[in-house]
């Protein structure tokens, strides 16, 4: 079994300022993991994946994540935000077989300010 | 639109009733997994199929959740005897090459 946290619920940043979004996780078996965007009332985006190879992964919308495999982590950043990065950011994983279900961090909210 | 689209939007309902949900993956997708995502939370896997059949249903709330994707093709969610405590938003993803595209979701509330 696979678990995931998000070490920060809420992120306020000013515009243009860079940002990083924390994640860990817990697995006894190797995992994929990945980074989803959701805006109010909506479905979820994906932002970014790792599945192997090199440890820095860069996604859409200037977002990068790195994974840290011997700290279990996997944060995201961003050198400089805009307000319509305002969103529920979640971290997830999956592992290599059982279905790939995704389990999920509870979610940080960015809050970009003018 | 080739994107997963999920049916209806938004649900209201009242306690004891049934409810169903729809949702329609990407052509050729052929897995699909269907997700709860309460208020303030991260989404919970529920169930999910390759193809018609149905791999894994333990993660299912309660009995009275089940969900069916006849010929492969779209799947149904049908709460059976809704509580409140089922009021949240029912998210549908598919998948190919490892990426889930998830749908807007069907927002649940139990009256």
């Known amino acids: 079994a696979q678990s995931v946290t998000q070490l920060d619920s809420q992120v306020p940043v000013f515009e243009e300022a860079p940002v990083e979004l924390r994640c860990n996780y817990s697995?006894?078996?190797?995992?994929?993991l990945f980074w989803y965007v959701q805006y109010p009332n909506q479905g979820l985006q994906l932002l970014l994946k790792?599945?192997?190879?090199?440890?820095l992964v860069k996604g859409i919308n200037g977002f990068e994540a790195e994974f840290n495999k011997s700290q279990t982590s996997f944060h995201l950043r961003k050198p400089s935000v805009h307000i319509s990065d305002t969103a529920e950011y979640f971290c997830?994983?999956?592992?290599?077989?059982?279905?790939?279900?995704?389990?999920f961090g509870g979610g940080t909210r960015l809050m970009v300010k003018p | 639109d080739t994107g997963v689209s999920q049916d209806p939007r938004h649900k209201i309902t009242k306690r004891g009733q049934n409810v169903t949900f729809r949702c329609d993956p990407i052509?050729?997708?052929?897995?699909l997994y269907w997700y709860r995502q309460t208020l303030g939370q991260g989404p919970e896997f529920l169930t999910y199929?390759?193809?018609?059949?149905?791999?894994?249903k333990s993660r299912l709330l309660s009995d009275r959740f089940s969900a069916e994707r006849p010929k492969g093709s779209f799947s149904t969610l049908e709460i059976q005897r809704t509580e409140q405590g089922d009021s949240a938003m029912y998210l549908c993803?598919?998948?190919?090459?490892?990426?889930?595209?998830f749908g807007p979701g069907t927002r649940l509330t139990v009256l």
């Open positions: 697995s006894s078996v190797s995992v994929y």
């Open positions: 052509s050729e997708h052929n897995r």
């Open positions: 997830a994983v999956s592992d290599l077989a059982a279905g790939n279900m995704l389990t």
């Open positions: 199929f390759q193809n018609e059949a149905q791999l894994e």
């Open positions: 993803a598919s998948r190919i090459y490892n990426e889930q595209f």
């Open positions: 790792y599945l192997s190879g090199s440890t």
